[in-house]
Each structure stands twice: as C-alpha cells, then as structure tokens.
C-alpha cells in the first residue's frame, strides 16, 4: 500500500459503506469510530437533547491534572465522522447503529443491510427499564469486586471499560451482517452487560465448577493472570501481561533476571500469583533503571532495537501514560493521532489538543490510558 493511499483512505476495506449513528453513548460512538478507521462514512445525527446529555462526559479531563485533555475522548470517538441534524442523515445508510444513550422512541431509520440497537440491559428482562452507567454494569458483572487492596474496599476500575467493549462487539455484528448480507435487513441488539460478561467468564467458570470464590488479591494483581502489573519506570510507566512460559522467560531475561525464568515453579501464570510480592519487587527494582520510552517495544526508530528484539521474544509490553503527560511524550509527537492546536482562554491558550484520527505510523502498537 502507498502512503497516499493510506492517507486518503482509497484502500481501505470498508470504502463505499455508509454508517448512520443516531443517539449518543460511548459504546455506539466506539462501534462506528471503529467502522470509520475502516473507511466506511459515518454520519452522526444526535438530537439536541442528546447532545446534551453527551456533554457529561464529552467535556469531561481524561487528566483532572491537565485540563488540556477535556473533550479529548470525544474528538478521539468523532474523527473523521460527519455530524449533522437527525433529519440531514443519509436515508440509505448500509447501517444504522442507535446509541446506548438513545433519548427514546423508535429511529425513523432502518439500515439497508443491518440496523445495530445498543441498550444498556437489553430490552426485555427484569432491568430493560433501568438507566444504567459503566458503574453499574461493571459491578454487576462483577469486575469491582476482585479489584483494589486485599483489605478493601473494592475499586472501580475506571471509566469505558464496559462500553468500549459493548462497541466492539456491535462492531463485530455489523460486519458479520455486511459479509452475510443477504438482500434482507436485519435488526440486531447489543446489551453492555452482556458484552462485558465476558470479561467475568472465566471466573464465573470457577466458581461454578471448583467453588472457587474469586477474593481481592491486591492492587494489579489476578487470578490466575500473574503478573498483570503496571511497574514505574525512572521516567512513565509500563505494563506488562506475559501469560506462556516462552513470554515468561523472555520478558525475565530482558530485565536480567534469568533466575526468574528459568524457575521451575514460575513457568505457568497460576503458580506465579503464590509469588507475586517477590516477582514485583524484582520487576519494580529493573524497570526503575529506564524510561518507559527506553523499555516501550514501540518506541521510536531510534530504539528499533529494542523493537526487534521484543519481538521475536514473542511477548508484550506497553507503555502507560497520563494524557497530560502525553502530549509532552517525543515517541507520540508527530506518529501518532494527537495533534496540537492552539486555543483561546485558559491554559488551552498554551497547549490545546484535538484527536485528528490520523492513524499510527510508528513502530509498533501504542495504548493510550486515560488513567492508571
């Protein structure tokens, strides 16, 4: 593919499909971003009321230290997307994605292949009537429990896990209906609780089976994923996941701690977590000796090295930053979707910022954390 290309979209998979989003919420703004990085057009068309009730989290810091970063997550959900009136939307979309946050009433539009309904809980059963939030759905499905300090109480794990993952998954219906297509349409719905049910399946598996009760191990720390840690760095932080004993040893023999790895009885993550306070303060003492630029896998060419030999290691890191932070961060200036742009009033006068939705050019994947 020619760079042109890339830039102007011509070959991108979904060119030539139409998407029109209606109602607001982040799920269904997560669903059609993902079919606009794919070339399709999308068309937002929210009602004023809806627009308004958006505005709770569109304005909203990622970084209360940095209000620089308000209305970032929603610039970065409405790149590259057309916003108009409801009754200015195309009448022919290919697909229609209703948001979770749908103010009511039917949509006067119907998908020509597909029409994609977000709810927060469904629309029968005991709780189709309740206003649901990322709160509420991740406690319901049981992700606050096991999380924050053995002592309690437990912690919420923060904001658009639930959503993003709901997005995801209409993203997924849709183009499974527009590979199916078929000459009819179709109505399909998507439930954000049922979407991040997945998330507890393995420990729901558990408990059902074994009797095991899922109990509150400590701050980034699951069972039986060990570790799944984020560690501070002389300068940012960096997660890591390495779940096969090849990822285990690699990732060890990286931060010189061969001993680590060639451990008998730290080969398999689920006998890692009887271990944890010895492997992350060994972990914590080795990535203390270098940036998180300097460990990140996708670090800029000056650091391909690093790159090269991450990857046949086979394993992965990623480096974690605080959206204030990251404007700052040279390894995302100017390779990645932020752009500066200069703002009237406040401190947006002297660092402003818009997503642009121009895609990744570096070296490898990034993860943009709004919190830690």
């Known amino acids: ?122 629309t029968d059963g005991p709780l189709r009537d309740v206003e649901g939030s990322e709160l509420i759905v991740q406690a319901l499905a049981g992700l606050l429990h096991p999380v924050g300090p053995v002592e309690g109480p437990p912690m919420y794990p923060g904001p658009h896990h639930a959503t993003t993952l709901a997005g995801t998954s209409a993203y997924v219906a849709g183009m499974a209906a527009l590979l199916g297509h078929a ?57 890591i996941t390495p779940i096969t004993p090849a990822q285990w040893g690699a990732l060890c023999n990286m931060l010189d701690l061969p001993e680590l790895g060639a451990s008998p009885e730290l080969q398999m993550t689920r006998d890692r977590v009887a271990h944890v306070d010895r492997i992350e303060a060994a972990f914590d003492a080795r990535f203390a000796t270098r940036s998180a630029d300097e460990w990140d896998v996708s670090a800029a060419s000056t650091k391909c ?39 009237s009033g406040s401190r947006k006068h002297q660092r402003g910022m818009i997503w642009t939705g121009r895609r990744h050019q570096g070296h490898g994947p990034h993860r943009l954390a709004g919190s830690l």
């Open 183 to 239: 000459g009819q349409s179709v109505a399909l719905e998507v439930s954000v609780l049922e979407a991040v049910m997945a998330l507890s399946e393995y420990q729901i598996c558990l408990s059902e089976s074994l009797g095991e009760r899922v109990s509150r191990l400590g701050v980034n720390r699951f069972k039986p994923t060990c570790p799944l840690s984020i560690h501070a760095c002389k300068e940012g932080w960096i997660g």
């Open 305 to 343: 090295q690093w790159l090269w030999c991450l990857m046949r290691r086979r394993f992965w890191t990623i480096p974690y930053s605080m959206p204030g932070v990251l404007l700052q961060r040279s390894s995302t200036a100017g390779s990645t979707t932020v752009s500066r742009k200069r703002h």
């Open 1 to 122: 593919m020619t760079e042109a290309a890339q830039h102007d979209g011509t070959s991108r998979p979904l060119r030539g499909i139409t998407v029109a989003e209606f109602g607001t919420g982040i799920a269904g703004a997560y669903c059609t971003k993902l079919f606009a990085d794919c070339g399709a057009s999308v068309w937002r068309a929210p009602s004023e009321l809806e627009a308004t009730n958006e505005a709770h989290w569109a304005d909203a810091a990622l970084d209360p230290d940095a209000p620089e970063t308000a209305g970032l997550y929603a610039a970065y959900l409405n790149a590259g997307k057309h916003s108009v009136r409801p009754d200015q939307a195309p009448p022919e979309a290919d697909l229609v994605i209703i948001g979770e946050d749908h103010a009511g009433g039917n949509c006067p539009y119907t998908g020509r292949i597909a029409t994609i309904a977000l709810t927060w809980f469904g």
